[in-house]
């Protein structure tokens, strides 16, 4: 981990060390940002995306919250959070 770029670390310690559901999404949305701007990161961004939204969500059950309260540890700052959790609250209205 040592010729790792301080965000990319950062991001890491986010997904698989740290378990912090209120500081996660901004952590995770700083790391996947500077991603998105180097060139040789950009085709990982999306994907690093995913799998933070999926830890996000492992570390919010785990927690035993449901509902609203999830919304709590979702930040506003980070858009790609929310956009999916408005995606999982109109398919449950649809399905």
């Known amino acids: 981990?040592?010729?790792?770029?301080?965000?990319?670390?950062?991001?890491?310690?986010?997904?698989?060390?740290?378990?912090d559901p209120l500081n996660l999404s901004t952590n995770a949305h700083r790391s996947i940002e500077f991603a998105r701007?180097?060139?040789?990161?950009?085709?990982?961004?999306?994907?690093?995306?995913?799998?933070?939204?999926?830890?996000?969500?492992?570390?919010?059950?785990?927690?035993?919250?449901v509902g609203p309260q999830v919304s709590y540890y979702i930040s506003d700052s980070n858009y790609f959070f929310h956009r999916w959790l408005k995606s999982i609250r109109q398919s449950s209205w649809e399905g």
């Open 37 to 65: 701007q180097q060139e040789e990161l950009q085709k990982y961004a999306d994907l690093l995306q995913q799998i933070a939204i999926v830890r996000l969500v492992k570390q919010v059950t785990y927690s035993s919250l």
């Open 1 to 19: 981990m040592q010729h790792v770029s301080p965000e990319l670390r950062s991001l890491h310690n986010a997904l698989e060390v740290d378990y």
